[in-house]
């Protein structure tokens, strides 16, 4: 690089694009000495539209077409006209090479925040983190959205809009219901999966079609046959079990059912580390573009536009502050891992108590191991420091309908460290945010009917839309559906049923 | 190593648009009902903008299985200020701020989605009430006045528009450029020829070849023709749009008492469609509310369509308004005047006749086009006759339909487009 010269990378607030390739090879440079280990990456710019689509399409390029896509844009580009949002400043894509995305509008200094923020911080944690790692594919990912985008519109050709539409929106409706949470899912790729969707097809019909064998079997295999449960096991993954089991969806369909799913299963690492993705990516991008100061490759009008979007990404309204929305993962996410570092670097007393392991190790290594190994909720259980919580001065609130009043359980003190964690982890797992739904049982022997099973976790119901997600489930199975609820003492009630009179349409 | 910057500012705008239509096409039914109250309350001059419309956001809900409201809960907030641990208080009311401010996760929120429709969204949502067909929604969200122009020239065209002068003149250089060579040669074998005959004696085998060459080649160039479909040159013209220049519509109305808010709407709804017609094809179009019950009178939008009088009902009041303010203002010379009159149908007995004569003395021969509507269900009056003894003289010039619903606006624009059409 040149550095004889002006020190400074460039001036000014109107952005070229040498400008950014430069900021991008000089944050790239100490990026790779702080041994940040990234993805390839491309940076691409768009216009605000641009940016509003890629919000609609949640963030992907390409993605097949749905009416709700297109609510979402209008949502958002309503809320945007009348200022009542600034559109995120980033939107990085977990692919390889990994995409990031520069709005035309940024000035020069958010150009290089969003550079550090999305193309070297989150580009390092989904290469590393393992949630990413065992259940993404980032370099087929775009593959599989091109893949799935021209078999729908493939279908939307064969079998009409409207009937594509219909399963795409029950589709969606289970889709937060549809991924594993303990298997991993083999990678994914185009010619692959345009090879195996035919054998699947095929494949997949004739296991169905023998499920539903309505030949006259032996009697001494009917015999066995009424012993047997189906599913042997509950089934949790309600889209795989559709995809797999519904009696009456034509192989088209269930390919369709799969895409949700398998798209579905992409985002959810996302879900489970969002406090930790985008803390560790606020803390890069704090780091490398300080260290740019400290360098002096940036002057302090740079550092005061950053500093000033930075803060305002990082702040943490307090309870009875009338923009508080619950805790900010931006946040919390920055503050813990910048505590981390300071645990390593500078311990206190309490913190070699409480973190015997980190104090005063090499906060780099630290680091590594936090950010790889750890989602969500086990990094809040594992390093969020009782000097944090006297910061975000936190207290946990306990609301028991059986109770007239609130209760503060724990608050920043000696006695409510452990359950103040605690419960902020618990807070942070999917497992018991989503209702606990499974397919309990199907009567093979009668009308076939599905009856899903809600294990009631700590007496919170289902809400009163699932219902109308009950009907959706009824479509994709083509018979009665029925909803049950287990309590915790065992006792099982029926919620609702769904009829439907649907054969196969001919 | 450098980074790989892209610029997609110029890819695929408008990528949402697919989605965007979508999910116009699956809640057509709210967005119609959405549009119809935003009609009651436009202007009719105001149909060239996008609109704001809000459907209600419960109908357009994604619903999942989500835990609702009840049973037990914890969770982390930050920012105490005041708490002991094992203080209690009161539940915050929902929707709030505080904690549980956050969008309730039922997602049952039922606020009305609030969204903003193009102008081409928007007029096909306002057509598609009106029932009107596919060739008359094009025309109306077309321009469709056209001044040909000249634009070149051709090598294609009908005969009528052969340009004679570039026909000759690319004829006359084919002809040089073709027969040049042959001329060259000829005047060779001329200079020869004339060489062998002087000679002595006579090559006579020379001379005879010679002599059959240049008949040779005078043959060739003969049979160079004198015009070829190659020359032809046609004058080019080219349709540019033009709106035509001015026209001016007036707006009768009867605001008598029998005439009430939904049957106001309804002439609206004629109103702002003539408006739009009349739009399409004009430059400049001016509008002039009249209304009437017993006296008429001019007013501004407003009162046209929202104050309310009580009282008789004698037409021909308004038209002779319309004649005065005609001859005051709009010379018909260099006027396109439209008029559409509407009413329930109600009229004073001996004034029916009256009305008729004024329209066919005075005031049909100066308009374009006048329709009538008749928004009622009951039976035709003595007015709707008179003037049904109007539409078979005038026939063309004057339309005349009962309407009792928004659909059966369309046949008076049947009328007036075949006309436009012809």
């Given at each position: 690089?040149?550095?004889k010269?002006?020190?400074?990378i460039?001036?000014?607030?109107?952005?070229t694009i040498?400008?950014?390739?430069?900021y991008?090879?000089e944050?790239?440079?100490?990026?790779?000495?702080?041994?940040?280990?990234?993805?390839?990456?491309?940076?691409?710019?768009?216009?605000?539209?641009?940016?509003?689509?890629?919000?609609?399409?949640?963030g992907?390029?390409?993605y097949?077409?749905?009416?709700?896509f297109?609510?979402?844009?209008?949502?958002?580009e309503?809320r945007?006209k009348?200022?009542?949002?600034?559109?995120?400043?980033?939107?990085?894509?977990?692919?390889?090479?990994?995409i990031?995305y520069?709005m035309?509008?940024?000035?020069l200094?958010?150009?290089?925040?969003?550079?550090?923020?999305?193309?070297?911080?989150?580009?390092?944690?989904?290469?590393?983190?393992?949630l990413?790692?065992?259940?993404t594919?980032a370099?087929?990912?775009?593959?599989?959205?091109?893949?799935?985008?021209?078999y729908i519109a493939?279908?939307?050709?064969?079998?009409?809009l409207?009937?594509v539409?219909?399963?795409?929106?029950?589709?969606?409706?289970?889709?937060?219901?549809?991924?594993?949470?303990?298997?991993?899912?083999?990678?994914?790729?185009?010619e692959?999966?345009?090879?195996?969707?035919?054998?699947?097809?095929?494949?997949?019909?004739a296991q169905?079609?023998?499920l539903w064998?309505?030949?006259?079997?032996?009697?001494?295999?009917?015999?066995?046959?009424?012993?047997?449960?189906?599913?042997?096991?509950?089934?949790?993954n309600?889209?795989?079990f559709?995809?797999?089991?519904?009696p009456?969806?034509?192989?088209w369909?269930?390919?369709?059912?799969?895409i949700?799913r398998?798209?579905?299963?992409?985002?959810?690492?996302?879900?489970?580390?969002?406090?930790?993705?985008?803390?560790?990516?606020?803390?890069?991008?704090y780091?490398?573009?300080?260290?740019?100061?400290?360098?002096g490759?940036?002057?302090?009008?740079?550092?005061?536009?950053f500093?000033?979007?930075?803060?305002?990404?990082?702040?943490q309204?307090?309870?009875?502050?009338k923009?508080?929305?619950?805790?900010?993962?931006?946040?919390?996410g920055?503050a813990?891992?910048?505590?981390?570092?300071r645990?390593?670097?500078?311990?206190?007393?309490?913190?070699?108590?409480?973190?015997?392991?980190i104090?005063?190790?090499?906060?780099?290594?630290?680091?590594?191991?936090?950010?790889?190994n750890?989602?969500?909720?086990?990094?809040?259980a594992?390093?969020?420091s009782?000097?944090?919580?006297r910061?975000?001065?936190l207290?946990a609130?306990?609301?028991?309908?059986?109770?007239a009043?609130?209760?503060?359980?724990?608050?920043?003190?000696?006695?409510?460290?452990?359950?103040?964690?605690?419960?902020l982890?618990?807070?942070?797992?999917?497992?018991?945010?989503?209702?606990n739904?499974?397919?309990?049982?199907?009567?093979?022997r009668?009308?076939?009917?599905?009856?899903?099973?809600h294990?009631?976790?700590?007496r919170?119901p289902?809400?009163?839309?699932?219902?109308?997600?009950l009907?959706?489930?009824?479509?994709l199975?083509?018979?009665?559906?029925?909803?049950?609820?287990?309590?915790?003492d065992g006792?099982?009630?029926?919620?609702?049923?769904?009829?439907?009179?649907?054969?196969?349409?001919d | 190593?450098t980074?790989?910057?892209v610029?997609?500012?110029q890819d695929?705008?408008?990528?949402s648009?697919?989605?965007?239509?979508?999910?116009?096409r699956?809640?057509?039914?709210?967005?119609?009902?959405?549009?119809?109250?935003?009609?009651a309350?436009?202007?009719i001059?105001?149909?060239e903008?996008?609109?704001?419309?809000?459907?209600?956001?419960?109908?357009?809900s994604?619903?999942?299985?989500h835990?609702?409201?009840?049973?037990?809960?914890?969770?982390?907030?930050?920012?105490?200020d005041?708490?002991?641990?094992g203080?209690?208080?009161?539940?915050?009311?929902?929707g709030g701020?505080?904690?549980?401010?956050?969008?309730?996760?039922?997602?049952?929120?039922?606020?009305?989605?609030?969204?903003t429709?193009?102008?081409?969204?928007?007029?096909?949502i306002f057509?598609?009430?009106?029932?009107?067909?596919?060739?008359?929604?094009?025309q109306?969200a077309?321009i469709?006045?056209?001044?040909?122009?000249?634009?070149?020239?051709?090598q294609?065209?009908?005969?009528?528009n052969?340009?004679l002068?570039?026909?000759?003149?690319?004829?006359?250089?084919?002809?040089?450029?073709?027969?040049?060579?042959?001329?060259?040669?000829?005047?060779?074998?001329?200079?020869?020829?004339?060489?062998a005959?002087?000679?002595?004696?006579?090559?006579a085998a020379?001379?005879?070849?010679l002599?059959?060459?240049?008949?040779c080649?005078?043959?060739?160039?003969?049979a160079?023709?004198?015009?070829d479909?190659?020359?032809?040159?046609?004058?080019?013209?080219?349709?540019?749009?033009?709106?035509s220049t001015?026209?001016?519509?007036?707006?009768?109305?009867?605001?008598?008492?029998?005439?009430?808010?939904?049957?106001?709407?309804?002439?609206?709804?004629?109103?702002?469609?003539?408006?739009?017609?009349?739009?399409?094809?004009?430059?400049?179009i001016e509008v002039?509310?009249?209304?009437?019950?017993?006296?008429?009178?001019?007013?501004d939008e407003?009162?046209?369509?929202?104050?309310r009088?009580?009282?008789?009902t004698?037409v021909?009041?308004?038209l002779?308004?319309?004649r005065?303010?005609?001859?005051?203002?709009?010379?018909?010379s260099?006027?396109?005047?439209?008029?559409a009159?509407?009413?329930?149908g109600?009229?004073?007995?001996?004034?029916?006749?009256?009305?008729?004569?004024?329209l066919?003395?005075?005031?049909?021969?100066?308009?374009?086009?006048?329709?009538?509507?008749?928004?009622?269900?009951?039976e035709?009056?003595?007015l709707?006759?008179?003037?049904?003894?109007?539409?078979?003289?005038?026939?063309g010039?004057?339309?005349?339909?009962?309407?009792a619903?928004?659909?059966?606006?369309?046949?008076v624009?049947r009328?007036?487009?075949?006309?436009?059409?012809?």
């Amino acid at each position: 690089m040149t550095k004889k010269r002006s020190r400074l990378i460039a001036e000014g607030s109107d952005w070229t694009i040498e400008a950014i390739a430069q900021y991008d090879s000089e944050i790239g440079r100490i990026a790779r000495n702080y041994g940040l280990d990234t993805y390839r990456h491309q940076l691409e710019i768009i216009t605000a539209e641009q940016m509003m689509d890629a919000y609609a399409a949640i963030g992907m390029p390409v993605y097949y077409h749905h009416w709700s896509f297109g609510k979402h844009f209008l949502e958002t580009e309503n809320r945007y006209k009348r200022g009542h949002m600034g559109l995120a400043y980033e939107i990085v894509i977990n692919s390889d090479p990994c995409i990031a995305y520069l709005m035309e509008e940024n000035t020069l200094t958010m150009q290089a925040l969003v550079i550090a923020h999305a193309a070297y911080g989150h580009n390092s944690f989904f290469k590393g983190n393992h949630l990413f790692k065992q259940w993404t594919s980032a370099d087929a990912i775009i593959d599989y959205l091109v893949f799935a985008r021209n078999y729908i519109a493939e279908c939307e050709e064969r079998h009409g809009l409207e009937t594509v539409e219909q399963l795409l929106d029950a589709c969606h409706a289970l889709s937060n219901l549809g991924v594993d949470r303990y298997k991993r899912s083999p990678p994914l790729s185009l010619e692959k999966e345009k090879m195996r969707q035919r054998e699947r097809e095929a494949y997949l019909q004739a296991q169905v079609n023998d499920l539903w064998r309505t030949l006259p079997r032996h009697e001494t295999a009917v015999a066995d046959v009424e012993e047997r449960r189906f599913p042997e096991e509950p089934e949790e993954n309600l889209l795989y079990f559709i995809e797999k089991n519904a009696p009456l969806l034509e192989p088209w369909q269930r390919e369709i059912v799969r895409i949700v799913r398998k798209i579905g299963q992409y985002f959810y690492p996302q879900r489970q580390t969002q406090v930790m993705n985008e803390g560790w990516a606020c803390f890069w991008h704090y780091t490398l573009l300080n260290t740019l100061y400290d360098e002096g490759r940036v002057n302090e009008g740079f550092m005061f536009e950053f500093l000033q979007s930075h803060t305002n990404v990082v702040y943490q309204p307090p309870y009875s502050s009338k923009w508080y929305s619950g805790i900010n993962p931006y946040a919390l996410g920055f503050a813990m891992w910048r505590d981390i570092r300071r645990i390593c670097e500078t311990p206190t007393d309490e913190d070699r108590q409480w973190f015997p392991d980190i104090a005063g190790s090499n906060w780099r290594e630290t680091f590594d191991f936090a950010m790889r190994n750890f989602k969500d909720e086990s990094f809040i259980a594992q390093f969020l420091s009782p000097r944090l919580m006297r910061e975000f001065r936190l207290f946990a609130v306990l609301d028991d309908d059986s109770r007239a009043k609130l209760q503060v359980d724990a608050i920043h003190n000696e006695q409510g460290y452990r359950t103040l964690r605690m419960i902020l982890a618990e807070q942070y797992n999917l497992g018991s945010s989503d209702p606990n739904l499974q397919v309990w049982n199907v009567d093979l022997r009668g009308d076939r009917s599905l009856t899903l099973r809600h294990f009631v976790h700590r007496r919170r119901p289902l809400a009163e839309q699932s219902n109308a997600a009950l009907r959706h489930l009824a479509y994709l199975w083509g018979f009665t559906v029925r909803l049950e609820q287990q309590a915790a003492d065992g006792e099982v009630a029926l919620l609702a049923e769904c009829k439907t009179e649907k054969r196969r349409p001919d | 190593m450098t980074v790989r910057i892209v610029d997609r500012r110029q890819d695929s705008r408008n990528k949402s648009s697919v989605n965007r239509s979508r999910f116009i096409r699956r809640f057509k039914g709210q967005i119609r009902k959405a549009v119809a109250d935003a009609i009651a309350k436009r202007g009719i001059r105001d149909l060239e903008s996008g609109e704001k419309i809000g459907i209600p956001g419960k109908d357009i809900s994604e619903p999942h299985f989500h835990h609702g409201r009840g049973g037990v809960r914890e969770s982390v907030h930050p920012g105490n200020d005041r708490f002991q641990t094992g203080d209690e208080m009161d539940r915050p009311p929902p929707g709030g701020s505080g904690q549980g401010g956050k969008a309730s996760p039922d997602g049952e929120g039922l606020d009305d989605f609030v969204f903003t429709l193009t102008r081409d969204e928007f007029l096909d949502i306002f057509f598609d009430e009106l029932a009107l067909p596919n060739l008359v929604k094009r025309q109306l969200a077309r321009i469709d006045e056209y001044r040909r122009v000249r634009a070149g020239y051709t090598q294609s065209g009908v005969p009528t528009n052969i340009n004679l002068v570039r026909t000759m003149r690319g004829a006359a250089g084919r002809r040089v450029a073709v027969a040049g060579p042959y001329a060259t040669r000829l005047r060779g074998l001329q200079a020869e020829l004339e060489e062998a005959l002087d000679e002595v004696p006579p090559d006579a085998a020379e001379v005879e070849r010679l002599q059959r060459e240049i008949a040779c080649l005078k043959a060739r160039r003969e049979a160079v023709p004198f015009i070829d479909p190659f020359d032809l040159r046609y004058s080019n013209r080219i349709r540019i749009p033009e709106p035509s220049t001015q026209a001016v519509m007036f707006c009768l109305m009867d605001v008598s008492g029998s005439m009430d808010e939904a049957k106001k709407q309804m002439a609206k709804r004629f109103f702002m469609l003539l408006y739009l017609f009349l739009n399409r094809n004009y430059e400049h179009i001016e509008v002039v509310f009249i209304r009437h019950h017993t006296t008429a009178e001019e007013v501004d939008e407003d009162n046209f369509f929202h104050s309310r009088e009580t009282g008789g009902t004698i037409v021909s009041s308004a038209l002779k308004l319309m004649r005065q303010i005609i001859g005051e203002r709009y010379a018909s010379s260099t006027w396109n005047i439209y008029g559409a009159q509407a009413s329930d149908g109600d009229n004073w007995n001996d004034d029916s006749p009256r009305c008729r004569e004024l329209l066919a003395d005075s005031i049909l021969p100066l308009v374009q086009y006048f329709a009538y509507i008749e928004i009622t269900d009951g039976e035709p009056q003595n007015l709707w006759q008179e003037y049904e003894r109007l539409a078979v003289t005038h026939a063309g010039l004057f339309a005349l339909q009962r309407i009792a619903a928004a659909s059966d606006i369309y046949p008076v624009f049947r009328e007036l487009f075949r006309k436009r059409l012809a």
